[in-house]
């Protein structure tokens, strides 16, 4: 099921970003879930295609602020997907990861950005259909909640809202 | 009670001024709502030293901020002196946490403290022009505004932070002066109380707070500078072109990213100490981002900073057995 | 006085009415209170889940529903068919994709009621121990053999009760009435031939036949079960049996708790164990003397 | 800077559903590309011919090549563009095979990913910089776990290639599995006529030092660099003393002690030699039956010692050793049958395992090699076989074949027609696997010379009549019920791996599947190499297979050593962190959080401290990056600037 349609009238100042359709940054750990995802590719497990996978080496190179900046820059959704703890092939690298993406992930709502455009799962080099689950799912997911307005104002709405803590 | 408070205070510096490279503490100012820090290297200068509800800045930032961070200390080097109220020792807490000093490094002031007075609060009830002097009786702040005393309760015009306040006595001391002080709150609920109101609120609402609060944001990193705990100062990535995090462009993403980068570098290590909210040109509650991360740390990880010197802020490390995150 | 929910089923009111009266009994002895469901319909049985399975399990969850009702948490039905049918029906109530349309069905949800067959309530609610010390007229000198029959214990994740491919419940209840139980009965749980007897009267012939053979073969005198459908096997078509495989059976197959209701002293007209086709008279002797002797597993295939 | 980009077709698996010539057109439109094309077999020779050519035609100072994953023709396109003269880290792959093509049919949009995908390797690109590799010194030795025939043959290999060779072996002997197998299929000759040779060489090699009966503590360290502790687990004898004599085993009181050799069918004595030929040759005690070790009074081994060996006190030692690359053979284990109720779940003494059989069948067993039944020592005349037990069951979570079961019940009915000609064996089976070399001839031969009746169709139930088993079960090709009154029933139980397989694993840092069989690199390109570096495999704990293939992957494994140890150094990966000295705060959480404690401090004058990176230490995971505030420290080749590019491109 892809939506490649073009979004709705997106307000005139948005960049060139909407008008490709959903996109979504996948941030893929080379050694277990770069793997998965190419294991899922060699069966021809179907998936949607708004994903864009970055190869990096580890989850532990995973700084929350990558993420950050996708979403505030207007990507659709963020998957962070790694080795299953205890299976990472830096030993740790993904335990680092599983805290900084849990506090990263419930910090998210609190700025006003939907936390459910960014998920982390755990995907082994030899599950290629529970990669390609991640995937479906995740994506129906962006594509329900539709394209990401980014934090942007919207033009000409510069109205003060009381901080209401003073 | 306050005028013993610094008599104990200077006599107590008399004697150990000697032994001291030198003395952080606060002394009065040109504007009677705040006072000014002070480094006391002689004696005739003690009595400079002041407390009090004006006593807001939080002394620690001084001891890691470049120049000192640049040469370590030699190792004959005297100790340093410093006044701490009960937020300010957890931030030496935490400096000793991530080793930036040592605990020999520093003689601790500790001052039991009753509140900060928060200026804008006092400015919103009489014009800041017209305040000739400020003096606490009791409970309440007598203003002297060339025309009838006025006089206010504390309670109305404390900073944000220390409404909520659980440590106002100092958690790490060498000497303490005065009596202790009763906390404002004991549960994590009334602490995060803000916090707790703006979860409430639904998602667009707070997009909508955050874009016109950070919209009027100027990125002038007064926030930054004065937070004990932001060691980077000119090597701050907000800041570099290498790597290239984010540009000079006058946009609400980019300051939403600056924010986030404050925010994320402080989760877990933020004492919460308000300082980059005191000294926010523009009124922004930016306290309140850091306080969302310190409760998460609190709520899920049950770690509270810049209380215990041995322990290793929480992103710093990890246990393999929490599966339940 | 343990409150128990009674699914009677639609068989313990026709062909199987004494192993209906035996239950009461047996239970009123040992003071578990069965509260009949009022007003029970259909379990759902064959005919409407072969047609359809939705309509299946309302069937059977609507008599849970009475149940529940009834502030009864744990249903007994003697029959195993019925009891396949109501846990047919917790299964659908808990399966997400067909709670809903169930729960309309039904009126209400049928989460946390166990059901359980008369044996497992038995086994488990009273226990060969308490058993052993109610017994008045133990049958020692007996040789009883256990047939559980495909559906007791089966299939394991459902049933969660006993060893589906070798159970011993039932076999330590008659150890408890002094009966004396063959080692090993290795036809414990194997097809009985079922509803075949309708329609392939020989698969009967040969399966029930092989049972009966295997039973005589250790030295049986009578085989127990616990379900109508195996009795009817057994019992009443045991002369089409023996006229299929030209051999001469004589074995009654009482209820397990027409046995049980003996042991107790219950007077055996009571028990219905007058209805029984081949007639269970041995099971009266009184043997207390001599301690039954079981054969080995040995013998000659029959037929 | 100019960049050139090659989409691959790689036949029709990428043009199939990926309009390639449109996502090089479009390449060529991004900025700093200079040269774009699609190509139909990029990896093959012509393919990084034309590379190379557009390299030196238009002067390419960076490549990106949109075809399959990285993982797999990364390192072939790197040396493609290193022979061109181009630094071979000024090079990136767009995965538009196994990301793109294969998972889906919408061209138009897989056209669009797939320049999307361009765009952001192109991105990247732009802020690779030229990396190069230092060297660093091999230590020669190797380290094998686990002393079975895979084993045996990787450290016969290696010895044999001038490597000091250290094996660990769990048991007290070694030989693995293969040690208690009677005959070998297909050619039925006898096990320890091969093995026994190889393991006697083990043991004479000066330069192979074994440690049986020891198991791994813990491996640090890393490729060319690796450090052991081995646990030598107390035997209770002096294995410096002990001359293998079995005067001990005589005399031994304890008699009724587990004879795990031979599977549990005999006894045997608390203080055990386990067979003839085991090597080393050196008795152990078993502490749970020795009388005197469990607060009886005895010592009967210790007073009739000729050279006093046995040492009631001794503990486990833990020994240091420092090797350069490690081969894991640890084998398999066997499947526990007494899952399966329908065949007594192992209530009944005459349903015995394949291996138990081998024991029954062989000489050295427990009894003599007459063939006779666990319960009553009858000679049986009806013998039944029942294949995939444990194995083809999704039920009992083993779905998989396990390859050998069904050669090895062919072997035995053989045997068992030698050893008794009157008997009657027959075999039920789902499907012959008989893959190898005169494997299906074998099975044809017990079928039609020794008269083993094969019979399609599962066994439903086995029970105990009289004295024999009535074994019930289905003919499918004639499609009716049998059942056969055996004397004994063989169960050919399936291979998993073999217990503790998980937790070395994890020592060893190397990935493994949900059955515990370890994640070979790639099952074609790198079938004995794991994703860690200087960690090989070998054998049945890569996933099931027969001896002959077990030994080919131990010498395979020992060939992938000695090419490793070919070289006196070895090239670092220059994917490694970087300290940028002018942006380090000397925060010290780079070394606080690295899990390799590859950073450490620099003093720099007046006394003012910097992080440092050790390259050949630092295996390039990218915590300390993801944890540096001022982003001081960059891991090479994935740094903030390049991961960020990737990023723009999709905000753009």
Not at chain 4, 135 to 148: A, E
Not at chain 4, 442 to 464: D, H, M, P
Request: proline share 6%; aromatic share 8%; glycine share 8%.
């Amino acid at each position: 099921m892809t939506d490649s349609s073009p979004r709705s009238s997106a307000p005139a100042d948005e960049t060139a970003a909407t008008k490709q359709g959903i996109k979504i940054v996948g941030f893929l750990c080379n050694w277990c879930s770069y793997g998965g995802a190419d294991t899922a590719g060699v069966c021809r497990f179907k998936q949607p295609t708004d994903l864009r996978v970055v190869r990096i080496p580890c989850t532990g190179r995973m700084d929350p602020l990558f993420i950050a900046k996708s979403l505030i820059y207007g990507v659709d959704g963020v998957l962070v997907s790694g080795c299953h703890p205890r299976d990472c092939h830096y030993a740790v690298g993904n335990f680092y990861a599983r805290r900084r993406m849990e506090a990263f992930k419930a910090f998210l709502p609190f700025m006003g950005i939907d936390t459910q455009r960014f998920k982390y799962t755990w995907v082994s080099a030899s599950e290629g259909q529970q990669w390609q689950k991640v995937v479906t799912e995740f994506s129906e997911q962006i594509h329900r909640l539709g394209p990401n307005p980014g934090v942007r104002l919207r033009s000409g709405d510069n109205s003060k809202v009381s901080s209401g803590l003073r | 009670m306050l005028e013993n408070d610094r008599n104990q205070l200077h006599k107590l510096v008399e004697e150990a001024l000697p032994e001291l490279d030198m003395m952080i503490g606060w002394a009065e100012s040109c504007d009677p709502l705040q006072t000014t820090p002070v480094f006391i290297r002689d004696a005739k200068s003690i009595s400079k030293l002041t407390l009090g509800p004006f006593c807001s800045q939080n002394l620690a930032g001084y001891l890691v901020k470049p120049p000192a961070l640049d040469a370590p200390p030699k190792p004959d080097a005297k100790p340093i002196g410093i006044c701490v109220k009960g937020c300010d020792s957890r931030s030496l807490v935490a400096l000793i946490q991530e080793k930036f000093i040592t605990r020999d490094r520093v003689r601790i002031f500790g001052i039991p403290c009753r509140g900060t007075v928060d200026f804008r609060k006092v400015a919103q009830r009489v014009p800041l022009a017209n305040v000739k002097s400020a003096t606490m009786e009791g409970d309440s702040l007598v203003i002297d505004d060339s025309g009838t005393p006025l006089r206010l309760d504390l309670e109305e015009v404390l900073a944000r932070k220390c409404l909520g306040c659980r440590y106002p006595n100092p958690v790490i001391q060498d000497v303490v002066i005065g009596q202790e002080a009763k906390p404002r709150s004991s549960s994590l609920a009334a602490t995060y109380r803000d916090v707790a109101a703006m979860d409430a609120k639904p998602l667009e609402e707070r997009l909508a707070f955050w874009q016109s609060e950070l919209d009027r944001c100027i990125r002038c990193y007064a926030c930054r500078n004065a937070c004990p705990l932001c060691v980077c100062q000119d090597r701050c990535i907000v800041e570099t072109r290498e790597p290239r995090w984010l540009t000079q462009r006058v946009g609400i993403p980019e300051k939403f990213l600056f924010h986030f980068i404050h925010a994320m570098h402080l989760a877990g290590r933020c004492t919460g100490c308000g300082e980059c909210e005191r000294v926010c040109p523009m009124d922004i509650p930016v306290t309140l981002i850091k306080e969302k991360l310190n409760k998460i740390m609190e709520e899920m990880l049950g770690y509270s900073a810049g209380l215990d010197p041995e322990a290793v802020p929480p992103l710093l490390t990890f246990n393999p057995g929490e599966t339940e995150i | 006085m343990k409150r128990v929910a009674y699914y009677k089923g639609c068989s313990l009111e026709g062909l199987a009415a004494e192993y209906d009266r035996s239950t009461r009994m047996v239970c009123e002895a040992f003071g578990i209170e069965l509260v009949e469901i009022p007003d029970w319909n259909c379990c759902g049985s064959t005919p409407a889940h072969s047609y359809d399975p939705l309509l299946s399990a309302a069937l059977a969850g609507r008599n849970l529903a009475i149940a529940a009702d009834n502030g009864c948490d744990m249903v007994m039905s003697p029959c195993p068919g019925c009891l396949k049918s109501l846990k047919g029906a917790q299964e659908t109530c808990e399966d997400p994709a067909q709670r809903k349309a169930f729960v309309d069905l039904v009126g209400r949800d049928v989460d946390g009621l166990k059901t359980v067959s008369l044996l497992q309530l038995l086994y488990e609610e009273v226990g060969p121990q308490a058993l052993q010390k109610a017994v008045r007229r133990p049958l020692t000198g007996h040789v009883l053999v256990p047939y559980y029959g495909c559906l007791l214990t089966r299939p394991a994740e459902k049933a969660k009760f006993d060893d589906p491919e070798n159970p011993i419940s039932m076999d330590r209840l008659i150890e408890a009435t002094g009966a004396t139980v063959p080692r090993d009965f290795p036809y414990k749980t194997e097809c009985c031939g079922a509803t075949y007897g309708v329609t392939r009267n020989d698969f009967v012939g040969k399966l029930s036949g092989r049972i009966l053979d295997m039973s005589q073969g250790l030295g049986a005198e009578a085989i127990v079960v616990a379900c109508p459908l195996c009795q009817q096997n057994l019992d009443m078509r045991q002369d089409q049996i023996n006229k299929y495989s030209k051999s001469a059976f004589h074995l009654p197959v009482p209820y397990i708790s027409q046995v049980i209701g003996l042991a107790l002293g219950i007077e055996p007209k009571v028990l219905g164990l007058d209805k029984l086709c081949v007639p269970a008279d041995i099971l009266l002797e009184d043997r207390s003397g001599e301690d039954g002797q079981a054969r080995q597993p040995g013998g000659v295939a029959a037929g | 800077m100019r960049i050139g980009v090659f989409v691959c077709n790689c036949g029709t698996n990428i043009a199939g559903t990926v309009d390639t010539a449109k996502v090089a057109s479009e390449a060529l439109a991004f900025a700093d590309v200079v040269y774009a094309t699609n190509y139909m077999y990029t990896c093959s020779e012509p393919g990084q011919q034309e590379i190379q050519r557009a390299i030196g035609e238009y002067g390419l100072q960076g490549v990106v090549v949109a075809a399959c994953s990285p993982r797999m023709h990364e390192p072939t396109f790197r040396r493609a563009v290193e022979k061109a003269g181009l630094n071979k880290y000024m090079f990136e792959m767009a995965n538009i095979r196994e990301h793109v093509s294969w998972i889906g049919n919408d061209r138009e949009a897989n056209t669009r990913k797939a320049v999307d995908l361009v765009r952001m390797a192109v991105g990247k690109l732009r802020f690779n910089q030229p990396l190069f590799s230092s060297k660093m010194p091999v230590n020669k030795r190797l380290l094998v776990i686990g002393g079975g025939v895979a084993g045996i043959q990787a450290a016969l290999d290696c010895a044999d290639g001038g490597v000091d060779v250290v094996m660990v072996e769990r048991k007290q002997y070694i030989g693995g599995k293969m040690a208690q197998l009677d005959k070998t299929f297909p050619t039925i000759d006898c096990s320890s006529c091969i093995l026994g040779p190889k393991m006697v060489d083990v043991s004479q090699k000066e330069n192979i030092t074994l440690y049986a009966a020891s198991e791994i503590e813990s491996i640090s360290g890393y490729i060319g660099n690796f450090t052991v502790e081995i646990r030598k687990k107390t035997t209770y004898v002096n294995w410096d003393a002990c001359t293998g004599c079995g005067a001990c085993m005589e005399k031994c009181p304890a008699k009724k002690a587990e004879d795990y050799f031979n599977e549990g069918l005999g006894t045997a004595r608390a203080i055990n030699i386990p067979f003839p030929q085991a090597i080393p040759k050196k008795a152990v005690i078993d502490a749970q039956f020795c009388r005197q070790l469990n607060g009886k009074k005895c010592g009967v081994c210790a007073k009739i010692c000729p050279v006093k060996a046995i040492d009631f006190e001794m503990k486990d030692t833990i020994v240091t050793e420092k090797v350069g690359a490690i081969i894991a053979a640890t084998g398999y284990d066997l499947f526990d049958h007494s899952v399966y109720g329908e065949y007594g779940a192992g209530r009944l003494p005459d349903v015995i395992t394949g291996i138990q059989y081998e024991r029954i069948l062989s000489a050295s067993g427990p009894y003599g090699g007459h063939i006779r039944r666990p319960s009553d020592g009858k000679e049986p005349t009806e013998i039944v076989f029942i294949s995939c037990v444990g194995s083809r069951d999704q039920s009992v979570g083993r779905p998989y074949c396990s390859g050998v079961c069904c050669m090895y019940i062919a072997k035995q009915a053989i045997l068992t027609r030698d050893h008794l000609p009157e008997s009657n064996s027959y075999v039920f089976y789902m499907d012959i696997r008989a893959p190898g070399k005169n494997y299906d001839e074998f099975v044809r031969r017990a079928q039609e010379e020794y008269g083993v009746q094969y019979i399609r169709g599962r066994v439903g139930k086995i029970y105990q009549r009289g004295d024999r088993m009535v074994v019930q079960g289905a003919d499918t090709l004639l499609g009716v019920q049998v059942e056969v009154e055996a004397d004994l029933v063989v169960l050919a139980t399936g291979v998993e791996s073999s217990s503790g397989a998980g937790e070395l694993a994890e020592k060893l840092r190397i990935s493994y599947d949900q059955y515990g069989f370890y994640m070979e690199s790639h099952p074609k390109l790198r079938p004995v190499e794991t994703n860690t570096a200087g960690v090989y495999l070998a054998g049945a704990c890569q996933g099931p297979k027969d001896i002959p293939s077990s030994v080919a992957q131990g010498s395979a494994a020992a060939s992938k050593v000695q090419s490793l140890f070919a070289h006196d150094m070895i090239e670092t990966n220059p994917q490694v962190a970087l300290v940028n000295e002018r942006n380090c705060i000397a925060c010290g959480k780079c070394i606080q959080v690295c899990p390799f404690g590859a950073i450490q401090w620099k003093e720099l004058r007046g006394g003012i401290k910097k992080a440092e990176v050790l390259p050949s230490v630092c295996q390039g995971c990218g915590v300390c990056n993801a944890t540096c505030p001022p982003k001081a420290v960059q891991l090479q080749h994935a740094t903030d600037n390049q991961i960020l590019a990737e990023v723009n491109e999709l905000c753009a």
